[in-house]
């Protein structure tokens, strides 16, 4: 008997056999021409479970035709390593495929950091996890950062189309719309797809896979890949708008959605943002509390971690808001973009002998130009009288006062 799942015999073996990514796979592709051109350099692949990321680094190992090893890097250990080491050496050089990246202790990166740095060792990490959040710097700067998105709904059903195909699933009868459904009960994780095409098929009596079937067998809720109504994006969207306009309901509903799809990863990125983006100096102290919530919901994990978000949630909707420090700097860049920028004062440049210091006056200030000539008189900063930036406001105002009186 092979129980290998459907979903490993469905497994590209190389790009051209990849579903969805079209951004790095495909003709003029980043990922297609390195193929190509016979050269691979050590990279990050990261993104959403069950996207691609496996598939991607074993099809560029075989549509490269080099030895490659699999490693994973919460299992593995530092004898595994040395391993791999030992057999590149051998051969003058391996591909090391390394799932859970994020997780690859200190001891077994001082291990491959010299074998990155030689070449003797090409790395293929894997991650679910932002890189730049949670990989160490010195294995992220030796790597190629590349993030897979989100399949589509049109993407899982192309999957689901290859897969009915296959010599396992004889005789299946399934219909576009069945397909349908299984493509947005699966949250864009075509692994899960496959999985569920398979279980459903394999407890029918008649091969024939109905939508009463499938919902029998997974009946949970479908928020995010219906392409007919709410999109991922949609959800993650009005979160975010809901909070910002102060609606607690609303806020507590989409974050719900949010929770019942498992993506805990997306609520975090989200909160951050909205934390500084709408709510800002209005309530200054809401970004720390943020971090402390989260910091909580990933110690606790779910379902204990919908009680800290839940909590910030509805303090987020009720804060007081302000945008104004995020467009003063827009504002500012937009500046710099534009060419608009000038020298800057000779007082303030390093080592001058003509600043004065402002902790030697009363009151820790003293009147003095800093933005250059050119742009002297320009203001970014326009404070909103709410909350915490009422205070920040009084204060602004008093000391534009002191520079035009002096």
């Avoid at 069950?50 to 560029?60: L, M, P, Q, V, W």
């Avoid at 104004?324 to 020298?343: C, F, K, P, R």
């Avoid at 600043?355 to 203001?379: F, S, W």
């Amino acid at each position: 008997m092979n129980n290998k799942p459907l979903a490993l015999k469905l497994a590209p073996t190389s790009l051209t056999e990849i579903i969805g990514q079209k951004h790095l796979v495909g003709d003029g592709k980043i990922l297609t021409n390195l193929v190509k051109n016979k050269k691979i350099f050590s990279m990050i692949l990261y993104g959403k479970p069950g996207i691609g990321k496996t598939s991607i680094a074993n099809a560029i190992a075989n549509d490269l035709g080099l030895r490659h090893r699999f490693l994973n890097a919460t299992i593995n250990t530092k004898k595994d390593l040395d391993i791999v080491i030992e057999e590149a050496k051998m051969y003058g050089g391996i591909i090391l495929i390394m799932d859970e990246i994020h997780r690859l202790h200190k001891d077994k990166q001082d291990i491959l950091l010299p074998q990155l740095e030689s070449g003797l060792i090409t790395l293929i990490g894997m991650t679910t996890s932002n890189p730049y959040h949670s990989i160490n710097p010195a294995i992220r700067s030796r790597c190629q950062l590349f993030e897979l998105l989100p399949l589509d709904t049109e993407d899982i059903i192309t999957g689901l189309k290859k897969a009915i195909n296959h010599p396992d699933l004889k005789g299946i009868q399934i219909d576009d719309e069945s397909l349908e459904l299984i493509a947005e009960i699966s949250g864009n994780d075509l692994r899960y797809a496959y999985n569920l095409l398979e279980i459903c098929y394999y407890s029918s009596d008649d091969n024939t896979i109905t939508k009463e079937k499938i919902r029998k067998i997974n009946n949970k809720p479908v928020f995010f890949s219906d392409k007919n109504g709410d999109g991922y994006y949609d959800v993650l969207s009005a979160f975010q708008k809901s909070i910002r306009g102060s609606d607690v309901d609303a806020s507590l509903h989409y974050l719900a959605r949010l929770i019942m799809q498992g993506d805990l990863e997306s609520i975090y990125r989200r909160m951050s943002v909205i934390a500084y983006e709408d709510i800002g100096l209005a309530n200054p102290t809401i970004g720390p509390k943020v971090e402390a919530a989260i910091s909580a919901a990933e110690r606790v994990g779910l379902p204990e971690a919908r009680i800290p978000l839940g909590t910030i949630v509805v303090e987020m909707a009720l804060s007081p808001k302000s945008n104004t420090a995020h467009i003063a700097l827009d504002s500012a860049l937009a500046d710099i973009e534009a060419g608009n920028v000038g020298l800057v004062p000779n007082h303030i440049k390093n080592d001058s002998k003509e600043y004065k210091y402002p902790h030697d006056y009363k009151g820790a200030y003293v009147v003095q130009q800093y933005l250059p000539d050119k742009i002297k008189n320009k203001k970014y900063y326009i404070p909103k009288d709410i909350g915490y930036e009422k205070q920040i406001k009084d204060i602004y105002e008093r000391l534009e006062h002191l520079k035009k009186i002096n």
